[in-house]
């Protein structure tokens, strides 16, 4: 089976960085997600990793190791519209796609 | 254009009622996946299916059932042996590694 753990929630203040960690544990890889919701919402794609390191868009970067079972979605400049909840979900081998219970992000002013 | 549509959006369910949710896609996707969250939760999976004719339990299958007779189509009946079946439910579909689309959700309530 999969084990996704990541934090339940952090507080930043606005204009600063935040990273928010993932790790996991599944039969088979077959790549990590990284999604936003707001309250009420459907979770939104941020980014996808498949290979290890770090891709880049804009304000948010995700990092991945598969040897060691981690990744990192890092959001710089925060702004007050990215409070919101960051699920990591993970893809097995067999196509079975896992969330975390998600990490809320408080950005202070 | 192209998308994953749920409906409805609200649901209620009457003690011992079966009621399905339905979800479609015109995305051509072969997975599809049926989530709950709770509130303050993360994503839990109920079914998924990557392929039509074929699915697979996810974690907490039991009180729900699943088909999928057609590619574009993967509803979701909550049966009346989900006790505790108030939730958001979501729909999402995906290509092979490619990102998953989600569609709207359904708030389903027991009256």
């Known amino acids: 089976g999969q084990n996704i753990d990541q934090p339940t929630e952090m507080t930043a203040t606005e204009g600063a960085i935040v990273q928010i960690n993932c790790t996991y544990q599944?039969?088979?890889?077959?790549?990590l997600f990284w999604y936003q919701q707001h309250a009420g919402e459907a979770p939104t794609f941020l980014s996808y990793n498949v290979l290890d390191g770090l891709e880049e868009k804009g304000r948010f970067s995700s990092f991945l190791s598969r040897s060691k079972g981690y990744s990192y979605l890092l959001l710089k400049e925060l702004q007050m519209k990215d409070s919101a909840s960051y699920l990591c979900a993970v893809s097995d081998s067999w196509g079975k796609l896992q969330f975390g219970a998600g990490t809320q992000v408080v950005v202070t002013p | 254009d192209g998308g994953i549509t749920q409906s409805p959006k609200y649901l209620f369910r009457k003690e011992g009622q079966n009621v399905t949710l339905s979800c479609e896609q015109n995305?051509?996707?072969?997975?599809m996946y049926w989530y709950r969250q709770d509130p303050g939760q993360g994503l839990r999976l109920i079914y998924y299916?990557?392929?039509?004719?074929?699915?697979q339990k996810g974690d907490i299958a039991e009180g729900y059932s699943v088909s999928r007779e057609k590619k574009e189509s993967f509803p979701l009946t909550v049966t009346s042996a989900q006790k505790n079946p108030t939730a958001f439910y979501l729909c999402a579909s995906k290509a092979t590694n490619e990102k998953l689309f989600f569609g709207s959700g359904t708030q389903l309530s027991v009256l």
């Open positions: 599944t039969s088979g890889f077959n790549g």
């Open positions: 995305l051509n996707h072969d997975a």
């Open positions: 299916s990557q392929i039509v004719n074929d699915f």
